[in-house]
């Protein structure tokens, strides 16, 4: 994942190039940039064009400001650019990626921003494959940030929270039929996820075992 800035002649504008690589998202229908400065509201996300490689798009945002965003694909999972300039902690458990747009005095005199926050690392996975090796830093209500696992975003994992799953021992010993059930009283709209993989998920998170919990999920979307 990678943003690129070109700045209009007065410095006042930026146009910031999104791009999110089709490995991510291999078999998205739609993916959207969506963060503060579009509300963080799917209609009106940016909406980026898939090529050969990535996922891209362009948006103009004036210079001299901070915005956080992610990438919204098909409405239902998130993901985090590995370039953002910075990271922050959100409301729900978990970072949202910072893009930088220095003023005109900045951008003059060659600052640069700096992150302050350790950026996601990458580590190389089997058939030559980049994933994310995954850390819990962010806390939430109950100190848990469920997003690491595939298919569970922020909303969904306030919803596993409040419907008692405070940490990933707990979820790791949920049953299938539990978890559609907890969907399915949060509303219509979350029923078609698929909870099926979240307890086995959850079991490598308990134990500290990201990288084969990274191998997993690489299992998971080469399976979708």
């Not at 469920?146 to 405070?166: M, S």
């Not at 979350?190 to 134990?207: E, G, L, T, V």
Request: aromatic letters at 8%; charged letters at 25%.
């Amino acid at each position: 994942m990678a943003i690129k800035k070109n700045f209009s002649k007065d410095k006042k504008k930026c146009t910031v190039t999104f791009s999110l690589p089709a490995e991510a998202a291999p078999n998205a229908t739609s993916v959207r940039v969506v963060g503060d400065f579009n509300n963080w509201n799917w209609n009106e996300g940016l909406e980026l064009n898939r090529n050969k490689n990535a996922f891209q798009g362009k948006t103009v945002l004036e210079a001299g400001q901070r915005h956080e965003f992610r990438y919204l694909i098909d409405n239902q999972r998130w993901e985090n650019d590995w370039q953002a300039d910075e990271y922050a902690p959100s409301p729900y458990g978990c970072d949202n990626s910072v893009l930088v747009t220095p003023s005109a005095t900045a951008t003059k005199s060659g600052a640069k921003s700096t992150s302050t926050k350790t950026r996601a690392k990458k580590a190389p996975a089997q058939n030559g494959q980049t994933t994310t090796t995954r850390k819990v830093t962010s806390k939430g209500k109950s100190g848990i940030d469920f997003t690491v696992i595939e298919g569970v975003g922020p909303k969904i994992c306030q919803i596993l929270e409040k419907a008692g799953y405070n940490n990933f021992d707990a979820l790791s010993k949920a049953k299938v039929t539990d978890l559609r059930q907890v969907l399915e009283n949060a509303g219509s709209r979350y029923k078609m996820h698929d909870p099926s993989k979240w307890a086995k998920q959850a079991r490598f998170a308990a134990k500290d075992q990201w990288s084969k919990l990274n191998e997993f999920q690489a299992e998971l979307k080469k399976g979708k």
